[in-house]
């Protein structure tokens, strides 16, 4: 039988794609991940990367992997129940759960990894699942593996979230978790952990975040958007791959008794190699440095470069989406033209990418900026000004 169909249709479905200005390159860095790097054999500004605290190529982050390379060894070659558990693993458990003011944690070997194991082995058919509309991939596909009933409401609409409540309680759910971003990766909007606290009081549900893009640098010491919002909450799913090193790897913290249901139920742990060492020693390195007075002054650095930022785009005509969040969302909405301003950036000096569907809906694409403590004013400047030059040459202001 020809499978010539199947290649076919693969070809006209990259093509079509291509067509509509879809398409994401993938533009290949020649340096450590920092607020300049090397793209193309040329020094360029980068607005695009997670790297919050300025970590991702600080050089201390790098010794402590090194480190940690050489005592533990690359990997474990084994999942962590059978032969893969190291004291370096059950170290940084404990100092992320410590950091983050909770019991335990346990580790995955991705964020998304995290979010597809939280459910399926906590909640069955029995009980409901309250997702806000605008949540990461990975909690929508971990919520699909799950058999619980699913409800969704309005992003940060505490009256649609109170109505789906009132649903699941009706439809007699046993128990009710309440998922959320703590900070919305397309849009840098906080979610209202202050009024979802209250809400889920009432009838009595859970409530898990998400705070990859939160955990480092908001709230005090940057435990995070629950500790921005001053509540508590039951679980939170994060990652050492953006603001704690810039690696990878992800965990889930909660109460000792869920996790260690999690490590002997959740699938992309019980059938996942153990979490790198070199990550491990990374991780807790990027810990000590963000829970600390040097934490504190490079949150304040990074708070102000989202504000001057900002403010400077906004004067010289750019839709941007409102926010404190050092994710800054500059508005074009068609996918060809982001794409044709992300290249034209690019050849001005700054690296930025253009996002469009599937990433975000239909109609709105952007350029998602991200700042980091580790730019300086000048840096803020160069990229008001290229990103001037060009949405003045494309018609955008």
Same mark, same amino acid.
């Given at each position: 039988?020809?499978?010539?169909?199947?290649?076919?249709?693969?070809?006209?479905?990259?093509?079509?794609?291509?067509?509509?200005?879809?398409?994401?390159?993938?533009?290949?860095?020649?340096?450590?991940?920092?607020?300049?790097?090397?793209?193309?054999?040329? !020094?360029? $500004?980068?607005?695009?990367?997670?790297?919050?605290?300025?970590?991702?190529?600080? !050089?201390?982050?790098?010794?402590?992997?090194?480190?940690?390379? !050489?005592?533990?060894?690359?990997?474990?070659?084994?999942?962590?129940?059978?032969?893969?558990?190291?004291?370096?693993?059950?170290?940084?458990?404990?100092?992320?759960?410590?950091? $983050?003011?909770?019991?335990?944690?346990?580790?995955?070997?991705?964020?998304?990894?995290?979010? &597809?194991?939280?459910?399926?082995? $906590?909640?069955?058919?029995?009980?409901?699942?309250?997702?806000? @509309?605008?949540?990461?991939?990975?909690?929508?596909?971990?919520?699909?593996?799950?058999?619980?009933?699913?409800?969704?409401?309005?992003?940060?609409?505490?009256?649609? =979230?109170?109505?789906?409540?009132?649903?699941?309680?009706?439809?007699?759910?046993?128990?009710?978790?309440?998922?959320?971003?703590?900070?919305? @990766?397309?849009?840098?909007?906080?979610?209202?952990?202050?009024?979802?606290?209250?809400?889920?009081? /009432?009838?009595?549900?859970?409530? *898990?975040?998400?705070?990859?893009?939160?955990?480092?640098?908001?709230?005090?010491?940057?435990?995070?958007?629950?500790?921005?919002?001053?509540?508590?909450?039951?679980?939170?799913?994060?990652?050492?791959?953006?603001?704690?090193?810039?690696?990878?790897? &992800?965990?889930? %913290?909660?109460?000792?008794?869920?996790?260690?249901?999690?490590?002997?139920? +959740?699938?992309?742990?019980?059938?996942?190699?153990?979490?790198?060492?070199?990550? %491990?020693?990374?991780?807790?390195?990027?810990?000590?440095?963000?829970?600390?007075?040097?934490?504190? +002054?490079?949150?304040?650095? =990074? #708070?102000?470069?989202?504000?001057?930022?900002?403010?400077?785009?906004? +004067?010289?005509?750019?839709?941007?989406?409102?926010?404190?969040?050092?994710?800054?969302?500059? *508005?074009?909405?068609?996918?060809?033209?982001?794409?044709?301003?992300?290249?034209? *950036?690019?050849?001005?000096?700054?690296?930025?990418?253009?996002?469009?569907?599937?990433?975000?809906? /239909?109609?709105?694409? /952007?350029?998602?900026?991200?700042?980091?403590?580790?730019?300086?004013?000048?840096?803020?400047?160069?990229?008001?000004?290229? #990103?001037?030059?060009?949405?003045?040459?494309?018609?955008?202001?």
């Amino acid at each position: 039988m020809s499978t010539a169909s199947f290649h076919d249709r693969v070809a006209a479905e990259l093509s079509d794609i291509a067509d509509q200005g879809l398409t994401k390159p993938e533009r290949v860095i020649q340096s450590r991940q920092g607020p300049v790097i090397e793209v193309s054999g040329r !020094q360029v $500004l980068n607005f695009c990367a997670n790297n919050y605290l300025g970590l991702g190529g600080d !050089q201390r982050i790098v010794d402590a992997a090194n480190a940690a390379t !050489q005592r533990w060894g690359g990997g474990t070659a084994s999942v962590r129940f059978i032969c893969g558990t190291l004291e370096i693993h059950k170290e940084l458990e404990r100092a992320i759960a410590d950091y $983050l003011g909770f019991e335990d944690t346990i580790l995955f070997a991705a964020a998304f990894d995290a979010n &597809g194991g939280l459910f399926e082995p $906590l909640f069955g058919p029995e009980d409901a699942i309250v997702s806000d @509309s605008l949540n990461h991939a990975s909690i929508i596909d971990g919520v699909r593996l799950c058999k619980a009933k699913r409800y969704r409401y309005a992003t940060s609409d505490m009256a649609d =979230l109170e109505a789906q409540l009132k649903q699941a309680r009706a439809d007699g759910a046993r128990d009710i978790i309440i998922a959320t971003d703590g900070a919305f @990766s397309m849009d840098g909007y906080i979610a209202k952990l202050d009024e979802i606290r209250a809400i889920a009081d /009432r009838y009595d549900a859970l409530i *898990m975040v998400d705070d990859c893009h939160a955990t480092g640098f908001l709230g005090p010491q940057g435990r995070g958007s629950y500790a921005h919002c001053r509540v508590k909450v039951d679980f939170v799913t994060g990652t050492f791959g953006k603001a704690l090193g810039g690696a990878m790897g &992800g965990f889930i %913290c909660a109460t000792k008794p869920v996790v260690e249901l999690l490590k002997q139920r +959740a699938r992309p742990y019980l059938f996942s190699n153990a979490l790198a060492p070199s990550v %491990c020693g990374a991780s807790l390195e990027a810990i000590r440095i963000a829970q600390g007075a040097e934490g504190d +002054a490079l949150r304040t650095q =990074l #708070f102000a470069n989202a504000e001057r930022f900002r403010g400077a785009m906004q +004067a010289a005509g750019f839709d941007l989406l409102p926010g404190q969040h050092p994710i800054i969302p500059v *508005m074009l909405g068609d996918a060809k033209l982001a794409q044709d301003f992300a290249a034209r *950036m690019l050849e001005l000096g700054v690296y930025v990418i253009g996002f469009s569907f599937p990433v975000v809906p /239909r109609g709105q694409a /952007r350029i998602r900026t991200q700042m980091s403590a580790a730019h300086t004013f000048e840096h803020i400047d160069q990229a008001v000004a290229a #990103f001037t030059t060009a949405g003045r040459e494309l018609g955008v202001v």
